[in-house]
């Protein structure tokens, strides 16, 4: 992506500049309530610019993805957490949008089945990591473990895990073993990027509400949405908690403001490529031996009819 590109995409001095408000520094504890506003958005970015942006942020990913690719040495792990409506799969659907699916997978997680229960928390996503040189996005992940399990702790007592096990340094410990489970993740390769898309209360239930009335969305909507209402506060008590422990040097969370969706998508995207571009990925270079094969496949090739 050249600079003139870039500059189309953040009309701003600096990407860096868009970023760094969302980043949660792994330094100093943090308020969702006073320090991320789920209606913010760049004073410079204009909705009417926002999907001639995206898409050339669209275009400048799917060239990383492809030295990503050719290159395999890196992977990039992407997780996004949120409350409901928030705008998790549209977010995946439309920055994605343009990335080869040959060199990247979405897995959703939902209530884990017998089999992932008879397994610590991190099995079902250990094993489908991505592989170097691919994307992994997890809509959800491994945090489900240290958010849910705490709002509803009758889940917690559901798990098979040994009576020792759950005590009152277990969320302690769970955050922890991810801080060096992402560590080990980082430490071979893995770029792990965590996105926490903040919806307000209120624009979610105006979601919930779109949900309901019109038909072709009706799908989406389940009366457990609802309910799950009533945790709210719970909800935030625990990720701001979750945020406080598990944003890293090595692998931060991102707080991007959700009541916007333009503004969610393209601050996503800026980050992904800012990502990309600080590996200074390139295609892989032939050896001496390996670009003499190369002539020599040439000719017989040229000489064939």
């Known amino acids: 992506m050249t600079d003139r590109q870039s500059n189309n995409l953040f009309p701003i001095k600096k990407l860096d500049d868009l970023i760094r408000p969302f980043i949660v520094p792994p330094e100093r504890k943090i308020s969702l309530a006073k320090d991320y506003d789920p209606a913010y958005k760049a004073d410079r970015l204009k909705k009417s610019n926002a999907k001639g942006q995206l898409q050339e942020g669209i275009e400048a990913l799917a060239k990383y993805q492809d030295v990503l690719y050719a290159q395999s ?69 491994y945090y489900e473990e240290i958010l849910v399990t705490r709002v509803h702790p009758e889940i917690l007592e559901q798990r098979s895990l040994p009576v020792s096990a759950i005590d009152n340094n277990i969320w302690k410990r769970r955050f922890e073993e991810i801080n060096n489970y992402e560590k080990h993740l980082v430490n071979n390769g893995t770029i ?12 979610q239930k105006e979601r919930f509400l779109e949900r309901i009335n019109r038909p072709e969305k009706n799908w989406k909507f389940s009366v457990n949405d609802a309910k799950e209402r009533s945790f709210w506060d719970d909800y935030m008590s625990v990720y701001e908690d979750m945020f406080n422990h598990t944003s890293t040097e090595y692998a931060p969370w ?45 000719k017989i090739l040229e000489s064939q009819k």
């Open 192 to 203: 792990v990027l965590k996105f926490f898309l903040n919806v307000s209360k209120e624009e």
């Open 73 to 141: 040495t890196h992977a990039v792990l992407i997780i996004f957490q949120a409350m409901d409506a928030a705008g998790k799969d549209s977010t995946i659907k439309h920055v994605m949008s343009g990335i080869n699916p040959q060199g990247c997978q979405v897995h959703s997680f939902k209530a884990p089945s017998t089999e992932e229960l008879n397994h610590d928390y991190l099995w079902r996503c250990s094993k489908v990591l991505p592989e170097r040189g691919g994307i992994g996005i997890f809509n959800r992940s």
């Open 254 to 298: 991102y707080i991007i403001p959700a009541d916007r969706k333009w503004f969610t998508r393209l601050v996503v995207a800026g980050i992904i490529y800012t990502q990309l571009k600080e590996l200074n990925l390139k295609y892989p270079t032939l050896s001496k031996e390996q670009h003499q094969e190369l002539l020599n496949a040439k």
